[in-house]
């Protein structure tokens, strides 16, 4: 069946051609490695199911994890928002795997053993220096064993030198993934030895907490090995804890970055009998198996020799065992019992240590596979139009869960899933891979320690949430993204481009020109927003390509910016205001705001607060007349207190209103004070730029004033406008030292021009360097008692006699 087209949202399906045809939507499907029509499950083709995986929640989400789900999010919203599909969008939390229990285990032993020791005892230095060394023997193989903390950062860096300066461990090609884990282990055991070292100087005396932040990350894989396996799992408070801090951390995060929330939202802890019973539904239907330590296996053979293809998604990777590895967890039990290395867990008998849950194989957990098979299907049923995640979760994640779910929704006597009509069968129509983020050449990501948490990013400035939004929609969604200051840069100028259009756009609005427009331009400007509108529907259709739909916002702001000094009409610009305007909502970068056809123009931030309108308009109005009969030099104390009459603020307003009330009134209160005494009119614009540049800028409120009569243009202060200022604040500031340093210069040289005045001439050469003098004081004998040249006898007298004028023109001063 054809996909369903629905209008797209600038185009009214009241005047659309009957023989115009839009182009059909293709998405990039990692399923067939090719972009492929888009076709709903739903008959009417209108409803879409979604299931994405979500966070494995243990740590603050950091950028990496931003790229995903924004991207994500933006998908989304074009499919609801531009295409109209009716989406259901369920995403898990993983709050059980062996990176929680690990996690938890280690913060809950940590959390006890500096609860036991609040100083820093020889118990803890002992127990530190032999994590240290474990730490070390571990991760930093290269490292002679026994390396004394006080000598690791030499050590090190002989060792490891070739890494430490940006080169890889073997071989001359470039530094990967590998090398940046060895810098983090350096880093983490340099924090560790730089601690002790100090701790062992008894002349320095280190605090408990700062010993142990920085100890921590060599403690916590210590701990757990001496005391992990003796822990009471039963209590799963111990993991719990520390999920459900960072599931709600994570939610936090991603509305702030202003990701909509899930529709359903699903916990691997709260499926437990469901996991159960998938997973024996998978063994009843042959493709799965138990073992003697309680965990079950899915058979790989058996599901092939069905009929079925297991690493679809990525088959080259079938046979890469550290992906393998990877996929079955560190915690988990090797069994010589599996009948390929390559089957994977399904359920894990729990070890000492471990969470567990009843089943019957016995106490075990859920394998990281499974988890989502169950919800997804728990939720959506046999079969989902889009599944999503990260590219690194691809294989053996989504590939695992593909099979899995394939075998619990087999038909028995055939061994294959629910049939399409054409013969084949799978779970999940579309599958989304969101490219990674990478900085440096390395991805970011937990394990490496190479990433800026999302609220650290946002708290110190560094990002908004729009501008990361913006850098993401610059990239394909399924390709990398690596940050970079030309990336940065680009970013930020298409956001500066759009804010200024959509503050001109709402100035036009609000003060609308009557002159006759110039047709051609204006016919222009409509012809190119009808090509942005069709191109920007190919980009979309071309599997959400953003960059280009991007661009093509970027080419129309052009084009209205090399007209905008000719005479355009109203409604054209506005039109093309209009429908910028629903889509960058549809993007996401116009905050909690939906799609409006209506007459909603710019995006969270280009206006003032609607609140402060009111007031704000008025005053700038009073402002314009004020300012422009002062520079013509006509105005008069009549003219002034009937200009400050014409709005008045009521007496009583809401608190949020007062600052904007007060400023309005302030301003007419000292206009009709300047009026009173007939001020002249550089007192009248003196006031004029203290509401622009004081009282307004204090409130973040900016009045852009014009040329040619226009009005100011009211905006807010944005970073464009702050960083504008600070660079004119710093070049005054600048002009205003250079002048203090001349004048500096000036005055040091003129009083030591006044010094040197007051030094007769008939004295200035009475110096060792001499031994007689005429009666003028000239020199005639040098130190030795030879005769002066009458070279330099000449060149002396040059200088008394211009000593000579200097003091006695000085001398005249000081008797006069």
């Known amino acids: 069946m054809a996909t369903t087209r629905q209008q797209p949202v600038w185009q009214d399906p009241k005047t659309q051609s009957k023989a115009e045809t839009l182009p059909a939507l293709k998405v ?55 295409f109209k599909f009716d989406m259901k969008f369920v995403m898990n939390i993983t709050d059980v795997d062996d990176k929680i229990i690990l996690r938890g285990r280690q913060q809950h032993l940590f959390g006890e053993f500096v609860e036991k020791h609040k100083e820093i ?90 010993f142990y932040a920085r100890a921590e ?43 909509l929330d899930p529709d359903v939202l699903t916990r691997v802890t709260e499926y437990g009998p469901q996991i159960v019973d998938f997973v024996q539904k998978i063994e009843k239907n042959s493709f799965g198996y138990a073992t003697s330590d309680g965990s079950v296996y899915f058979d790989i053979d058996a599901f092939e020799k069905a009929g079925n293809n297991y690493s679809r998604l990525e088959p080259w990777n079938r046979g890469n065992q550290e992906l393998q590895a990877d996929g079955e967890g560190s915690l988990t039990n090797k069994t010589s019992e599996k009948r390929s290395d390559a089957d994977f867990a399904l359920w894990k008998s729990s070890k000492p240590g471990e969470p567990y849950w009843p089943s019957p194989w016995g106490q075990g957990r859920p394998g990281w596979h499974i988890e989502c098979s169950a919800m997804a299907s728990d939720v959506l049923g046999p079969k989902i139009d889009i599944h999503s995640g990260g590219i690194d979760l691809a294989f053996p994640h989504h590939d695992n869960e593909l099979a899995q779910s394939e075998a619990f929704w087999a038909n028995q006597e055939t061994g294959h899933g629910h049939d399409h009509g054409d013969g084949t069968h799978q779970w999940v129509n579309y599958f989304l891979h969101m490219g990674h983020l990478s900085i440096s050449g390395s991805k970011m990501s937990k394990s490496l320690k190479n990433f800026t948490t999302i609220r650290e990013a946002l708290q110190r400035g560094e990002w908004t949430p729009r501008g990361l939004r913006i850098v993401f929609l610059l990239g ?15 970013g930020e100028s298409w956001e500066d481009k759009v804010q200024n259009f959509f503050l001109k756009a709402q100035d036009l609005q609000r003060n609308p020109k009557t002159s006759t427009p110039n047709a051609d331009a204006d016919s222009a400007l409509a012809e190119a927003l009808s090509s942005a509108q069709s191109a920007l529907d190919v980009a979309l259709c071309d599997s959400f390509d953003t960059p280009a739909a991007m661009r093509t916002i970027s080419q129309l702001i052009t084009q209205y910016n090399a007209r905008e000094k000719e005479m355009l009409s109203p409604e054209t610009v506005l039109s093309a205001a209009r429908w910028i305007t629903n889509i960058v909502t549809v993007f996401g970068l116009n905050g909690s705001a939906r799609v409006d056809a209506a007459n909603a123009i710019g995006w969270a931030g280009a206006d003032i607060p609607d609140v402060a309108k009111q007031f704000i308009y008025p005053a700038a109005k009073l402002r314009d007349e004020i300012r422009r009969r002062a520079i013509a030099g006509q105005i008069s104390s009549e003219e002034v207190e009937r200009l400050a009459s014409e709005d008045v603020a009521a007496k009583h307003q809401e608190m949020n209103a007062v600052p904007y009330a007060e400023v309005l009134s302030q301003f007419q209160e000292d206009v009709r004070a300047l009026g009173s005494k007939s001020a002249p009119s550089k007192d009248y614009l003196a006031l004029c730029d203290k509401l622009r540049d004081v009282q307004l800028w204090d409130l973040g409120i900016y009045l852009e004033d014009r040329e040619g009569g226009q009005p100011a243009m009211v905006r807010p202060v944005d970073q464009q406008l702050v960083a504008e200022r600070a660079d004119k604040e710093a070049r005054e500031q600048a002009k205003k030292d250079a002048k203090a340093k001349r004048e500096k210069e000036e005055a ?53 006699e211009k000593q000579k004028k200097l003091h006695e023109e000085w001398k005249a001063r000081s008797t006069s």
Request: charged content about 30%; proline content about 5%.
């Open 121 to 210: 005892d020889e118990e803890v230095l002992d127990t530190t220096t032999k994590a240290y060394a474990a730490y070390i023997k571990k991760n930093l193989k290269e490292l002679p064993e026994g390396v004394d903390p006080q000598h690791f950062p030499a050590e090190s860096m002989r060792v490891y030198q070739k890494v430490l300066f940006g080169g890889a461990l073997e071989g001359d090609g470039p530094a990967g993934d590998k090398e940046a884990k060895v810098k983090m282990h350096i880093k983490t055991a340099t924090s560790a030895a730089e601690v002790l070292s100090s701790a062992s100087d008894t002349s320095k005396k280190i605090k408990p907490a700062e």
């Open 476 to 490: 394909g969604w399924h390709d990398g993204v690596e940050i970079t200051p030309e990336l940065v840069k680009a």
């Open 748 to 800: 040091e040289k003129a009083a030591k021009k006044l010094e040197q005045a007051k030094l007769s001439h008939l004295d200035m050469y009475k110096t060792k360097e001499y031994s007689a003098w005429d009666d003028e004081g000239l020199p005639t004998k040098d130190a030795k008692g030879d005769e002066i040249p009458k070279n330099k006898t000449k060149k002396l007298k040059k200088e008394w």
């Open 217 to 259: 990350d060599v403690l916590l894989p210590y701990l757990d090995s001496l005391y992990g396996a003796a822990l009471d799992t039963s209590d799963h408070s111990i993991f719990t804890k520390l999920t459900k801090k960072f599931e709600d951390r994570f939610m936090e995060d991603v509305r702030a970055l202003n990701c």
């Open 28 to 82: 990039y499907n990692s399923l067939t490695r090719s972009k492929t029509p888009f076709t709903p499950l739903d008959p009417a083709g209108k409803a879409v199911t979604w299931y994405a995986c979500g966070p494995t929640v243990y740590d603050d989400a950091h950028l990496g994890h931003a790229r995903n789900y924004v991207s994500t999010d933006i998908i989304r919203r074009i499919m609801r928002d531009y």
